[in-house]
């Protein structure tokens, strides 16, 4: 399904005492966010309580120091009626990103949120907390694989324009691994991720967030709506595992230790909350809204999973086999079987339902490879009587709706099937390689009720008490920035059934689910001497300089806001130049460099970024 084999292609030849440019980058830093650059975002709702994120990008003299940020919510764009506030400090060993917890809020309530350093304010956000009691109706956006260098993330801004879904749901695959090239480029676009290799280390992964980050639509869609979100496999690399993956090779080093730091830059960089008692990077948790929903988000990608051994034979059908592991097994069952809301809702990566072609399971990465597993899962949904199973899921980058079927399935009455399952297409990652098409792919499967392989876009889910539905929306274009998009597919479940009914037409939004948006920029701080939109200067916008302490190199992100040349230099403590090396560079691209420093004696040098007119100064330890 999604393809499997990539070679690793270095496109980058690091020469001692060099820098070498890279490709230039469709993003663009906005300077009058500093130093806020990243944006704002939440997520992880529930009725009393939200999680709120920033990124501080620290100047030269903050670089080995604490930051102090302080925070507040309102329920006005304002920020005049403050509700909540406080204050923290963030430092390097969080990549200077900041999340808050905050509580004691109002259900069913829209708030707005802002940070502040010094006199520096971040763009404001909104957000909104869950309902409790009785609920009517919700809406959620349902969105996956958002290969950057495939394209624009048109899936993002179609999004941000709708206004009419209470939350994101993101299931996976929020970015990808490979070096630059190494994975399904558009030659359309230049869309070219930092840094160039594929990720492996800390700094790498943080990096690979940061250019994400700095995408315009994804960063407007962050800031006016909550977000709650699973890794899949590609925040770590290619068909992950347990104890492995595809992707990773012995020369990469210990697969415990890039699962590790992949785990620490995803709790970094989004905004979920932490509830795990014993493992801090646990992603399975859950949340309700009302009496309506309880959203059940799982972990099938590396908390218990065995490893992926095809679809058939002893190994693949042993009734030990698992996918979530005994420990999380045990809190869906446990979650299902005791949950008062109407619609059990399971957010998770790989896909649930059969999938067979020619007679045989094709995809050994998803349940298909796990068949005990899924059987222990939908026996526990019929032997215990849970009504309203819906599954939500990512990773194919092609969209379905599936009911769930039991050996008594029958297609034509609906009979026998233990739920239903929606699968949302990709934000831009490449379609199916099977060898049939969608029709034929109906015909081995009468389960499958609809089946989309080649277009990109996204899932809307409508919830009420009678029904759930999902609609398929496909946005037009990839290749040039675009908010159009069209109406592909819709299918129900009605109230205590579990088969799938098609629909003609989208659902209607409720009447009040619209709200004014959060300023895409920071408001005007008033001080004791002046007024100003703070930050503006033409001076080069320096995002990290990584990783610090370092042993052979450094890697600068920048963007320089002025045509012209740039130039980056080292110097030892005592003020002697020991690397220098300028640039012709344009306005407003954003550019990463490498600075060799093997030759370098260990200790603390200076590094100098320059545009001719305006200087930055940052230490560094080489060691």
């Known amino acids: 399904m999604k393809l499997k084999l990539f070679s690793i292609l270095f496109l ?29 975002a939440s997520g992880d709702p529930l009725h009393d309580k939200v999680i709120i994120w920033t990124r501080v990008t620290p100047e030269p003299s903050q670089m080995f120091n604490s930051i102090a940020v302080s925070w507040r919510v309102a329920t006005d764009t304002g920020m005049v009626n403050i509700v909540k506030s406080g204050a923290l400090l963030t430092d390097s060993s969080s990549d200077y990103t900041v999340k808050v917890d905050v509580d004691g809020l109002n259900p069913n309530t829209f708030y707005f949120y802002e940070f502040q350093v010094d006199n520096q304010l971040s763009p404001r956000g909104r957000t909104k907390t869950n309902p409790i009691g009785n609920c009517d109706s919700l809406r959620f956006a349902i969105t996956s694989c958002a290969n950057f260098e495939a394209g624009w993330f048109n899936v993002y801004g179609s999004l941000f324009q709708r206004n009419d879904f209470d939350a994101v749901i993101c299931l996976g695959d929020y970015i990808y691994e490979y070096n630059t090239g190494g994975y399904s480029p558009n030659s359309n676009v230049n869309r070219q991720w930092s840094p160039a290799n594929e990720i492996v280390s800390l700094a790498d992964y943080r990096m690979r967030y940061s250019s994400y980050r700095l995408d315009d639509d994804l960063q407007k869609l962050h800031q006016q709506f909550p977000f709650i979100c699973v890794y899949d496999d590609h925040e770590f690399t290619n068909d992950a595992w347990m104890n492995g993956a595809q992707n990773h090779q012995p020369s990469e080093g210990l697969w415990s230790a890039r699962k590790m730091v992949a785990q620490k830059a995803y709790f970094e960089w989004l905004p979920i909350r932490v509830t795990g008692t014993t493992n801090p990077y646990q992603i399975y948790r859950s949340m309700k809204y009302g009496n309506l929903i309880e959203l059940m988000m799982l972990d099938t990608r590396v908390e218990g999973r065995d ?232 001076s080069p916008i320096v995002l990290s300089v990584y990783p610090n302490p370092s042993e052979e190199y450094l890697s600068v992100q920048m963007q320089n806001q002025i045509a012209g040349v740039v130039t980056i230099s080292v110097f030892s403590i005592e003020g002697k130049m020991l690397i220098s090396k300028s640039y012709k560079v344009d306005e407003g691209n954003l ?33």
């Open 307 to 538: 490893l992926q051994a095809g679809t058939t034979g002893a190994t693949v059908n042993s009734m030990s086999r698992q996918l979530l592991g005994t420990t999380q097994f045990n809190w869906l069952s446990s979650k299902l079987s005791n949950s008062t809301s109407k619609w059990k809702v399971l957010g998770q990566q790989v896909m649930m339902a059969p999938l067979k072609v020619f007679g045989v399971a094709v995809n050994g990465d998803q349940w298909d490879g796990y068949p005990a597993e899924r059987d222990r899962v939908l026996n526990h949904v019929i032997t215990n009587n849970i009504s309203n199973f819906v599954v939500i899921t990512g990773d194919i980058h092609t969209a379905w709706a599936n009911d769930l079927p039991l050996p008594t399935y029958n297609s034509s009455t609906g009979a026998g099937s233990a739920g239903v399952e929606f699968v949302c297409s990709s934000v831009t990652s490449p379609g199916s390689s099977l060898p049939i098409g969608a029709s034929a792919i109906q015909a081995a499967n009468s389960h499958i009720k609809y089946v989309d392989l080649t277009e990109h876009g996204y899932i809307i889910m409508d919830v009420n008490q009678n029904r759930t539905q999902a609609d398929w929306f496909n946005v037009n274009t990839l290749d040039t920035k675009s908010t159009s998009f069209n109406h592909a597919k819709s299918f129900y479940v009605n109230n205590l059934q579990r088969f799938l009914i098609s629909n003609n037409s989208a659902a209607i939004p409720r009447s009040n689910i619209q709200y004014i948006y959060a300023p895409q920029c920071p408001r005007a701080l008033i001080t004791n001497t002046s007024t100003s939109l703070q930050g503006i200067d033409s």
């Open 12 to 40: 980058l030849t690091l020469t001692r005492s060099n820098l070498i440019a890279q490709f230039k980058h469709s993003v663009s830093v906005q300077s009058c966010l500093k130093p806020f650059y990243h944006g704002v």
């Open 591 to 623: 550019e990463k460099y490498h600075l060799d420093i093997t030759q370098l004696a260990n200790g603390p040098y200076l590094l100098k970024v320059s545009d001719g007119k305006y200087s930055k100064n940052f230490k560094f330890v080489k060691h």
